[in-house]
């Protein structure tokens, strides 16, 4: 596992994006519990659409076609619901 880590910076990229994206699941659950209520706050997106982007980084380093479409498709989702949320507010 540490020769994989000096040798390859990008896999640094992966294991940050991998942060970011799992990391919107326990902002959910804290605003669903705060709230008493199921909630998707907007940060949620946010870091789907950051982690999503640093996770089709690292899957086009990898060259891994299955990895590039998943993260791929779900940009379009996360940014979607981050221009619905600006258009709802504007």
């Known amino acids: 596992m540490t020769?994989?880590?000096n040798q390859?910076?990008?896999?640094?990229?992966?294991?940050?994006g991998q942060l970011?994206?799992?990391?919107r699941f326990i902002v959910q659950w804290i605003a669903s519990e705060r709230a008493r209520n199921s909630v998707m706050?907007?940060?949620?997106?946010?870091l789907s659409l950051a982690g999503g982007a640093?996770?089709?980084?690292?899957?086009?380093w990898r060259?891994?076609?299955v990895f590039i479409i998943g993260q791929g498709?779900?940009?379009v989702?996360?940014?979607r619901n981050l221009f619905l949320i600006r258009s709802a507010t504007a």
């Open 3 to 5: 020769e994989i880590l």
């Open 8 to 16: 390859n910076p990008m896999v640094y990229v992966g294991f940050l």
């Open 20 to 23: 970011l994206f799992s990391s």
């Open 41 to 46: 706050p907007v940060v949620f997106w946010w």
């Open 54 to 60: 640093t996770l089709l980084s690292y899957a086009i």
């Open 63 to 65: 060259m891994d076609p």
């Open 73 to 75: 498709m779900g940009l």
């Open 77 to 79: 989702v996360y940014a």
